[in-house]
């Protein structure tokens, strides 16, 4: 059937397509393939009754000249209709490649916009998040000052109530300047610029310092930690200022997700061609489904866990960001009610 045009003969007195391909004919193809192959059918069905009724010499030579005649013209048939079918497939696959094409760039135009405009939101995100974390800072180090003359009795005495006030006036100070320098360092990270200082430095003095840390608060809880360090990875290469703030991040969160009376262990191993380190707890565990978002941004475990342990979502990101920065990788292994195994695993220096 033509695309626009008018049916062939057969479909026009039968009103049915005798060949499903009939119903695909384009490009303002006239006739369909049906009723030409039932033209020459009939032809050559009506030459054989003749020919097996009339036993002529003759005139089966001429019936069988004129079979094989049909028979040609028949598969001459068939294959132009098959050409033409294939010639018609590449013109309507051409015109679909090309209209494809043409998407593609016109999407591909857009992405590129959107990630320029992407590029620069997050520039002006990296720079106010810099911006308001010094402006931050100042006005908080001059409480934190304040608040150690008076804790040091510079001033004077102070009596028990006001000694509670300033203790917790301090202790919230300084979880308010950890906060903030996370989120100095995350625009840091972000923008590219967090400067790394690296170098061979002893990874048992790094725990030891490290696990000082977040003693005060471990014991609070009664939550012993133990370490378990491999002699044969006593040197580590790299930023041992940041790799001490990974190590405190993820000491942090053991301590705030074990339970009173909890353990933890801190264990380093000399892989070959890199050194492992561990945080191993004995707290509520991590479902499966929470570990694909902890290490995201502003992401935290869903439920009654984020009410019952608050915090911004951020320090698993930083510490993330931070060990890939070193060129290394951090896994966790963990099921809920069983704690949590954070392994970071550093390469060696070449």
């Known amino acids: 059937m033509a695309k626009g045009g008018c049916n062939c003969l057969w479909v026009r007195l039968t009103g049915t397509h005798p060949f499903k391909r009939c119903a695909y004919c384009e490009k303002n193809v006239q006739e369909c393939f049906g009723i030409q192959f039932f033209v020459i059918a009939t032809g050559i069905i009506s030459l ?90 100042t006005p908080l180090t001059a409480v934190m000052g304040y608040c150690d003359i008076f804790l040091e009795k510079k001033i004077g005495e102070m009596n028990d109530q006001q000694l509670k006030f300033m203790t917790a006036i301090q202790k919230n100070s300084k979880n308010l300047l950890s906060q903030i320098n996370n989120l100095l360092d995350l625009a840091k990270l972000e923008a590219g610029k967090l400067s790394m200082n690296e170098k061979d430095f002893d990874l048992p003095k790094l725990v030891s310092e490290a696990t000082v840390s977040v003693e005060p608060m471990a014991s609070k809880k009664n939550i012993s930690i133990t370490t378990d360090l491999d002699p044969g990875a006593q040197t580590v290469f790299g930023d041992p200022d940041r790799l001490e703030q990974i190590l405190i991040n993820l000491l942090d969160n053991a301590v705030k997700f074990t339970d009173y009376g909890g353990k933890i262990s801190i264990a380093s191993r000399d892989l070959g061609k890199e050194v492992s380190i561990s945080v191993k707890d004995s707290g509520i565990g991590i479902t499966p489904a929470d570990q694909g978002i902890i290490f995201e941004k502003f992401k935290q475990a869903e439920g009654n866990l984020s009410k019952r342990y608050p915090g911004t979502g951020i320090g698993l990101a930083i510490v993330k960001s931070l060990v890939e920065a070193h060129g290394g990788n951090i896994k966790v292994e963990s099921s809920p009610g069983k704690g949590s195994v954070f392994s970071v695993s550093l390469p060696k220096r070449q």
């Open 48 to 137: 054989l009754v003749v020919m097996f009724t009339i036993r002529d010499l003759p005139v089966l030579a001429v019936e069988i000249t004129l079979i094989i005649a049909f028979l040609i013209a028949l598969l001459t048939l068939i294959a132009n209709k098959e050409t033409n079918e294939i010639i018609i497939g590449n013109a309507l696959l051409r015109g679909l490649n090309e209209e494809l094409e043409k998407r593609v760039e016109g999407r591909t135009r857009e992405l590129q916009i959107l990630n320029v405009e992407l590029q620069k939101a997050l520039r002006v995100k990296s720079d106010f998040l810099t911006n308001i974390s010094h402006e931050l800072r």
